[in-house]
């Protein structure tokens, strides 16, 4: 089992920045995938960035790509997502995620663990 808190959510006009952290504790390293997913009201959950804790190549949704990072920290089991250039139809709910399989996916049903979610409001 493995526990994922979130926290960075908050409220940042148009144009701000936000860091999201993710803490992973339990049997992490049985998850070698870690992903940020979002969730706006009405709308479905949709993937946002992927990483591996081993390193290599990362995974951006098209529309938050050269404006967020996602990066981790193994000495921490920690992942993060720094978001720049923040628009307001970023606002959602962004959760954090591990996958047990060594590919990556964008899809929320290949991801067996999940934080609680932290809320993000960008005001116009």
């Known amino acids: 089992q493995v526990q994922l808190i979130e926290s960075g959510g908050g409220l940042v006009q148009a144009g701000g920045s936000l860091r999201l952290s993710c803490a992973a504790s339990g049997r992490s390293g049985s998850m070698p995938i870690m992903g940020w997913f979002r969730q706006a009201p009405g709308k479905e959950r949709e993937f946002v960035a992927g990483i591996w804790w081993s390193g290599g190549s990362t995974h951006y949704e098209k529309s938050v790509k050269g404006r967020f990072t996602i990066s981790r920290d193994n000495a921490k089991n920690t992942v993060f997502l720094q978001m720049n250039s923040l628009k307001p139809e970023d606002t959602a709910v962004y959760y954090c995620?591990?996958?047990?399989?060594?590919?990556?996916?964008?899809?929320?049903?290949?991801?067996?663990?999940w934080g609680q979610g932290t809320q993000v409001t960008v005001s116009s």
């Open positions: 995620a591990a996958r047990s399989e060594f590919i990556m996916s964008r899809s929320p049903a290949d991801f067996g663990s």
